[in-house]
Protein backbone atom coordinates (compact mmCIF):
# COMPACT_ATOMS: atom_id res chain seq x y z
CA UNK A 1 0.00 0.00 0.00
CA UNK A 2 0.98 3.43 -0.65
CA UNK A 3 -0.22 6.02 1.97
CA UNK A 4 0.24 9.81 1.19
CA UNK A 5 -0.27 12.13 4.01
CA UNK A 6 -0.76 15.91 3.10
CA UNK A 7 1.20 17.48 6.08
CA UNK A 8 1.10 20.98 4.76
CA UNK A 9 -0.53 22.63 1.73
CA UNK A 10 -1.57 26.82 1.22
CA UNK A 11 -5.54 26.01 2.22
CA UNK A 12 -7.01 23.59 4.91
CA UNK A 13 -9.63 20.56 4.99
CA UNK A 14 -12.09 19.86 7.11
CA UNK A 15 -9.65 19.17 10.14
CA UNK A 16 -9.38 23.16 11.54
CA UNK A 17 -6.90 22.15 14.51
CA UNK A 18 -4.14 22.28 12.08
CA UNK A 19 -2.39 25.19 10.38
CA UNK A 20 -2.54 26.02 6.05
CA UNK A 21 0.65 28.03 4.70
CA UNK A 22 1.70 28.58 1.09
CA UNK A 23 3.60 25.84 0.81
CA UNK A 24 3.86 21.78 0.47
CA UNK A 25 4.92 18.89 2.95
CA UNK A 26 3.39 15.11 2.03
CA UNK A 27 4.90 12.46 4.20
CA UNK A 28 4.82 9.11 1.74
CA UNK A 29 4.77 5.42 3.13
CA UNK A 30 5.34 1.73 1.72
CA UNK A 31 5.77 -1.61 3.16
CA UNK A 32 9.36 -0.79 2.45
CA UNK A 33 9.88 2.90 3.32
CA UNK A 34 9.04 6.28 4.75
CA UNK A 35 9.69 9.46 3.26
CA UNK A 36 9.31 12.94 4.06
CA UNK A 37 8.66 15.07 0.74
CA UNK A 38 9.06 19.07 1.18
CA UNK A 39 9.19 20.69 4.09
CA UNK A 40 7.28 23.62 3.33
CA UNK A 41 8.41 27.34 4.68
CA UNK A 42 8.32 26.87 8.33
CA UNK A 43 7.78 24.90 11.55
CA UNK A 44 3.71 24.31 10.78
CA UNK A 45 4.30 21.02 8.81
CA UNK A 46 6.44 19.53 11.58
CA UNK A 47 3.87 20.63 14.04
CA UNK A 48 0.69 19.42 12.16
CA UNK A 49 2.80 15.86 11.97
CA UNK A 50 2.27 15.96 15.58
CA UNK A 51 -1.37 16.71 15.60
CA UNK A 52 -1.91 14.16 12.51
CA UNK A 53 -0.46 11.18 14.91
CA UNK A 54 2.75 11.17 12.34
CA UNK A 55 6.01 10.35 13.84
CA UNK A 56 8.68 12.08 11.78
CA UNK A 57 12.16 10.85 13.91
CA UNK A 58 12.02 7.22 11.88
CA UNK A 59 11.20 8.59 8.35
CA UNK A 60 13.94 7.02 5.72
CA UNK A 61 14.93 9.77 4.13
CA UNK A 62 13.89 13.85 3.62
CA UNK A 63 13.76 14.63 -0.28
CA UNK A 64 13.76 18.31 -1.28
CA UNK A 65 11.91 18.88 -4.55
CA UNK A 66 14.26 22.11 -5.30
CA UNK A 67 15.33 24.37 -2.99
CA UNK A 68 12.80 27.45 -3.15
CA UNK A 69 11.62 28.38 0.71
CA UNK A 70 8.54 26.98 0.50
CA UNK A 71 9.35 23.99 0.25
CA UNK A 72 12.07 23.61 1.76
CA UNK A 73 12.57 26.49 4.42
CA UNK A 74 11.50 24.45 7.05
CA UNK A 75 14.27 21.68 6.91
CA UNK A 76 16.29 23.50 9.57
CA UNK A 77 13.56 23.04 11.78
CA UNK A 78 12.83 19.49 11.17
CA UNK A 79 16.79 18.93 12.00
CA UNK A 80 16.98 21.24 15.08
CA UNK A 81 13.52 18.86 16.19
CA UNK A 82 15.28 15.56 15.57
CA UNK A 83 14.95 14.71 11.78
CA UNK A 84 17.95 14.00 10.82
CA UNK A 85 17.52 11.16 8.06
CA UNK A 86 19.53 11.54 4.76
CA UNK A 87 18.52 14.45 2.84
CA UNK A 88 18.54 14.04 -1.14
CA UNK A 89 17.93 16.79 -3.44
CA UNK A 90 18.90 17.15 -6.84
CA UNK A 91 22.15 19.27 -8.46
CA UNK A 92 22.90 22.65 -7.77
CA UNK A 93 20.24 22.90 -4.90
CA UNK A 94 22.72 25.22 -2.87
CA UNK A 95 22.68 28.15 -5.92
CA UNK A 96 20.24 30.88 -4.77
CA UNK A 97 17.08 30.95 -5.67
CA UNK A 98 15.81 34.59 -6.82
CA UNK A 99 12.68 36.04 -8.56
CA UNK A 100 13.32 39.26 -10.42
CA UNK A 101 10.95 42.45 -10.20
CA UNK A 102 12.07 45.23 -11.90
CA UNK A 103 15.25 46.52 -10.66
CA UNK A 104 15.02 44.56 -7.57
CA UNK A 105 15.66 40.86 -6.56
CA UNK A 106 13.19 38.76 -4.26
CA UNK A 107 15.42 36.26 -1.82
CA UNK A 108 12.97 32.97 -2.70
CA UNK A 109 16.36 30.29 -1.38
CA UNK A 110 15.91 27.48 1.27
CA UNK A 111 17.88 29.92 3.97
CA UNK A 112 20.83 27.36 4.78
CA UNK A 113 23.59 26.02 2.97
CA UNK A 114 26.02 22.92 2.93
CA UNK A 115 27.66 23.66 6.29
CA UNK A 116 24.55 23.14 7.82
CA UNK A 117 24.23 19.55 6.82
CA UNK A 118 27.88 19.48 8.23
CA UNK A 119 27.25 21.03 11.53
CA UNK A 120 24.15 18.32 12.06
CA UNK A 121 26.27 15.40 10.44
CA UNK A 122 23.27 15.01 7.88
CA UNK A 123 24.23 12.79 4.89
CA UNK A 124 23.24 14.36 1.46
CA UNK A 125 22.99 12.10 -1.60
CA UNK A 126 22.56 14.20 -4.63
CA UNK A 127 20.12 12.58 -7.37
CA UNK A 128 20.84 13.83 -11.15
CA UNK A 129 18.98 11.26 -13.32
CA UNK A 130 17.18 8.25 -10.85
CA UNK A 131 17.92 6.98 -8.07
CA UNK A 132 16.46 3.83 -6.27
CA UNK A 133 15.84 4.28 -2.47
CA UNK A 134 13.72 1.30 -1.82
CA UNK A 135 12.31 -1.69 -4.06
CA UNK A 136 9.31 0.39 -5.88
CA UNK A 137 10.67 3.76 -4.64
CA UNK A 138 12.65 6.03 -6.75
CA UNK A 139 13.77 9.54 -6.63
CA UNK A 140 13.73 11.11 -10.76
CA UNK A 141 15.61 14.34 -11.86
CA UNK A 142 17.16 15.65 -15.08
CA UNK A 143 13.92 16.07 -16.76
CA UNK A 144 13.56 16.39 -20.98
CA UNK A 145 12.25 19.07 -22.09
CA UNK A 146 9.48 17.73 -24.05
CA UNK A 147 6.81 20.10 -24.94
CA UNK A 148 7.65 23.54 -25.90
CA UNK A 149 4.54 25.73 -24.69
CA UNK A 150 5.80 24.34 -20.66
CA UNK A 151 7.84 27.71 -19.84
CA UNK A 152 9.78 28.44 -16.60
CA UNK A 153 8.83 31.88 -15.71
CA UNK A 154 11.66 34.29 -16.75
CA UNK A 155 11.35 35.94 -13.35
CA UNK A 156 13.17 33.22 -11.96
CA UNK A 157 16.94 33.38 -11.36
CA UNK A 158 19.56 31.66 -9.66
CA UNK A 159 22.70 33.60 -8.71
CA UNK A 160 25.66 30.98 -9.94
CA UNK A 161 29.32 31.42 -10.15
CA UNK A 162 29.21 33.14 -12.80
CA UNK A 163 26.31 35.44 -11.79
CA UNK A 164 22.95 35.33 -11.89
CA UNK A 165 21.02 33.14 -14.56
CA UNK A 166 18.01 32.49 -15.95
CA UNK A 167 16.71 29.48 -13.96
CA UNK A 168 15.86 26.37 -15.84
CA UNK A 169 15.79 24.61 -12.23
CA UNK A 170 18.32 21.87 -12.47
CA UNK A 171 17.91 20.72 -8.89
CA UNK A 172 13.85 20.11 -9.41
CA UNK A 173 13.35 16.09 -8.59
CA UNK A 174 10.22 14.29 -7.71
CA UNK A 175 9.44 10.88 -6.03
CA UNK A 176 8.15 7.94 -8.24
CA UNK A 177 6.53 5.03 -6.76
CA UNK A 178 5.31 1.39 -8.34
CA UNK A 179 2.37 0.45 -8.02
CA UNK A 180 0.04 -2.90 -9.22
CA UNK A 181 -1.80 -0.20 -11.34
CA UNK A 182 0.94 2.02 -12.72
CA UNK A 183 3.47 5.19 -11.60
CA UNK A 184 2.72 7.29 -8.82
CA UNK A 185 4.47 10.61 -8.92
CA UNK A 186 4.68 12.95 -6.14
CA UNK A 187 6.15 16.22 -7.27
CA UNK A 188 6.81 19.05 -5.70
CA UNK A 189 6.50 22.52 -7.63
CA UNK A 190 7.02 21.17 -11.30
CA UNK A 191 8.70 24.41 -12.49
CA UNK A 192 10.32 22.23 -15.65
CA UNK A 193 6.40 21.81 -16.78
CA UNK A 194 4.45 18.85 -15.76
CA UNK A 195 3.63 17.14 -18.32
CA UNK A 196 7.69 17.14 -19.17
CA UNK A 197 8.17 15.90 -15.83
CA UNK A 198 5.72 13.28 -16.62
CA UNK A 199 6.55 12.12 -20.34
CA UNK A 200 10.35 11.96 -19.09
CA UNK A 201 9.36 9.37 -16.04
CA UNK A 202 7.46 7.25 -18.71
CA UNK A 203 10.00 7.31 -20.57
CA UNK A 204 12.70 6.25 -18.54
CA UNK A 205 10.72 3.60 -16.61
CA UNK A 206 9.06 2.40 -19.55
CA UNK A 207 5.42 2.39 -17.45
CA UNK A 208 2.43 4.55 -17.66
CA UNK A 209 2.07 6.87 -14.92
CA UNK A 210 -1.02 5.84 -13.24
CA UNK A 211 -1.45 8.62 -10.61
CA UNK A 212 0.38 12.47 -10.03
CA UNK A 213 -0.07 14.31 -6.71
CA UNK A 214 1.42 17.45 -5.82
CA UNK A 215 2.10 21.38 -7.45
CA UNK A 216 1.82 21.50 -10.95
CA UNK A 217 2.69 25.38 -11.45
CA UNK A 218 -0.48 25.82 -13.50
CA UNK A 219 -1.09 29.29 -11.67
CA UNK A 220 0.19 31.16 -13.86
CA UNK A 221 -0.98 29.25 -16.83
CA UNK A 222 -3.19 31.26 -19.74
CA UNK A 223 -6.03 29.86 -21.40
CA UNK A 224 -4.50 28.10 -24.26
CA UNK A 225 -1.67 26.05 -22.32
CA UNK A 226 -4.20 25.30 -19.36
CA UNK A 227 -6.32 24.10 -22.48
CA UNK A 228 -3.45 21.89 -23.91
CA UNK A 229 -2.48 20.68 -20.81
CA UNK A 230 -5.49 19.54 -19.70
CA UNK A 231 -5.93 17.84 -22.83
CA UNK A 232 -2.64 15.90 -22.52
CA UNK A 233 -3.32 14.67 -19.44
CA UNK A 234 -6.34 12.83 -20.62
CA UNK A 235 -4.28 11.79 -23.61
CA UNK A 236 -2.01 10.69 -21.28
CA UNK A 237 -4.11 8.13 -19.22
CA UNK A 238 -3.53 9.42 -16.19
CA UNK A 239 -6.75 7.88 -13.58
CA UNK A 240 -5.41 9.76 -10.33
CA UNK A 241 -4.75 13.16 -10.27
CA UNK A 242 -4.30 15.18 -6.72
CA UNK A 243 -2.82 18.31 -7.59
CA UNK A 244 -2.36 21.03 -5.09
CA UNK A 245 -0.27 24.32 -3.99
CA UNK A 246 1.15 26.28 -7.06
CA UNK A 247 -1.84 25.06 -9.61
CA UNK A 248 -4.12 28.26 -9.71
CA UNK A 249 -7.66 28.04 -8.77
CA UNK A 250 -8.15 28.67 -12.52
CA UNK A 251 -6.66 24.92 -12.75
CA UNK A 252 -8.46 23.46 -9.97
CA UNK A 253 -11.72 24.25 -11.48
CA UNK A 254 -10.95 22.71 -14.87
CA UNK A 255 -9.26 19.75 -13.49
CA UNK A 256 -11.86 18.87 -11.03
CA UNK A 257 -14.14 18.73 -14.20
CA UNK A 258 -12.68 15.89 -15.18
CA UNK A 259 -12.79 13.11 -18.02
CA UNK A 260 -14.41 9.57 -18.16
CA UNK A 261 -12.12 7.44 -16.05
CA UNK A 262 -10.28 10.74 -14.35
CA UNK A 263 -10.66 11.05 -10.35
CA UNK A 264 -9.19 14.55 -9.16
CA UNK A 265 -9.19 15.98 -5.82
CA UNK A 266 -7.55 18.80 -4.38
CA UNK A 267 -5.04 18.06 -1.53
CA UNK A 268 -5.11 20.33 1.52
CA UNK A 269 -3.65 20.33 4.87
CA UNK A 270 -4.36 17.09 6.31
CA UNK A 271 -6.57 15.13 2.88
CA UNK A 272 -4.61 11.44 2.50
CA UNK A 273 -4.36 9.13 -0.20
CA UNK A 274 -4.34 5.25 0.26
CA UNK A 275 -3.49 3.46 -2.51
CA UNK A 276 -3.23 -0.36 -3.09
Known amino acids: MIILRTLLENN???????????????LVETEKIRILFDCSAGSAARKNAGKMNVPLLDIDYVVLSHSHYDHAGGYPDMVVNGVH?????????????????????????????ESFLVENSIERQVCAGC???????H?????????????????????????????DFPDEICLVLESEKGLVMVVGC???GILNMIESVREQFGKPVYAVFGGSHLVEADEERLEKTINILKEMGIVLMGFNHCTGD???SRLAQGAEGMVYSHLKTGDCIFLP
Open 85 to 113: APLITGPQFFEEKYAREGGKYVYLGCGFG
Open 250 to 252: EAQ
Open 131 to 137: ETLAEGC
Open 12 to 26: LSRNRSLTAEHGLSF
Open 190 to 192: SHP
Open 139 to 167: VAGGFSRIYDFEKVPARFVRQTAGGMAAD
